[in-house]
C-alpha cells in the first residue's frame, strides 16, 4: 500500500512496506525532506560524496545528500534521479547486516582494543557511531575498486592500545573514525588514491612518514591528505 504525506511543503511517499533487521526506511526520500530516516540514509550514502567532498549526517536533504543518492543508485545500476525510493531502499537492505554494519565490514575488524569501544578521546557510544560511520565509506570504497576484499589493520583504540603501539597523542583512531588499511588486492597507494572520492577528510600513506606499510584513512575536521610516492 502507498501513502503521501506532506512534510513541509514536500510530498513524501512511502514505499514498499519492508521489515529490515537494522533499519526499515517508511517513505520515500528527496529534496527538501529532512528527520532521522534522512540521517540513516547519509550515513549509508556518505562513500559517495563526490571528489574530494564530504557529505554533511545532519538529517537535511539538500543537494549535496541527493547528488550523493544518485552517485549510489549510479554505481548499482539503479536509476540514478537522486530521489531515495524503494529501490534505493531494496539495495541498502542488502547492503547491510541486522547490527547496521554494511556487510563486507564489521564491528569487530574495527576494534581489536577492546570490546567495549571505551578509553578514547570520546564515548564509547560516539566512537562506535563513528566507526559505524567509516564502515559505510569503506564499503562505498571496496565497491568502487571492484568489490574485492579491502583489510583493516587498526581501527578504534584506547588510549592505552593508542600508546601501545605508539599512535600519536592526537590520534584519530581515539576517536573511531580511522581506519588504517593494508595491502592486498589493491596497493596502499590505489587505496589512497581512491579514497578521496569517499568521503574522508584524512588520507595519509606511502611517502609520510611512518605510513609506508599501510594507509590511514579517518574524518578529521578539516581535510589534510599526504601520501606524496603515490602522488597525493
Keep these: 500500500m ?3 504525506t506532506s512534510l513541509g511543503g514536500v510530498v513524501a511517499t512511502a514505499g514498499t512496506a519492508h521489515a529490515d533487521g537494522c533499519y526499515t526506511w517508511s517513505r520515500t526520500l528527496s529534496q527538501g525532506t529532512s528527520g532521522a530516516d534522512v540521517t540513516q540514509l547519509q550515513i549509508r550514502v556518505a562513500g559517495y560524496p563526490g571528489s574530494g567532498a564530504v557529505l ?11 547528488a550523493a543518492v544518485t552517485r549510489f543508485q549510479s554505481a548499482y545500476g539503479l536509476a540514478a534521479d537522486g530521489v531515495a525510493g524503494p529501490a534505493t ?12 554494519t554494511p556487510v563486507h565490514f564489521s564491528y569487530a575488524e574495527l576494534n581489536d ?10 564515548s564509547a557510544a560516539t566512537a562506535k557511531s563513528n566507526a559505524l560511520r567509516t564502515m559505510w565509506k569503506l ?10 576484499p579491502i583489510t583493516v589493520t587498526s581501527g578504534f583504540r584506547s588510549h592505552a592500545c593508542n600508546d601501545a603501539v605508539g599512535g600519536a597523542s592526537s590520534s584519530r583512531h581515539l576517536y573511531g573514525d580511522a581506519a588504517d588499511l593494508g595491502a592486498g588486492p589493491h596497493s596502499l597507494c590505489k587505496l ?10 584524512g588520507i595519509l600513506g606511502p611517502g609520510y612518514p611512518d605510513h609506508n606499510d599501510h594507509t590511514h584513512l579517518d574524518h578529521r575536521p578539516s581535510r589534510f591528505w599526504s601520501a606524496p610516492s603515490c602522488g597525493i
Design 89 to 100: 531502499f531494496s539495495k541498502l537492505y542488502a547492503l547491510q547486516d541486522d547490527d547496521c
Design 56 to 66: 554533511a549526517i545532519d538529517g537535511d536533504y539538500g543537494p549535496a545528500t541527493a
Design 192 to 201: 589512497a588514491q581512491q579514497a578521496r572520492n569517499h568521503g574522508f577528510n
Design 2 to 4: 502507498l501513502m503521501a
Design 113 to 122: 582494543c577492546n570490546s567495549t569501544w571505551a578509553g578514547g578521546a570520546v
Design 139 to 148: 564499503e562505498a570504497l571496496r565497491h568502487a575498486l571492484g568489490d574485492q
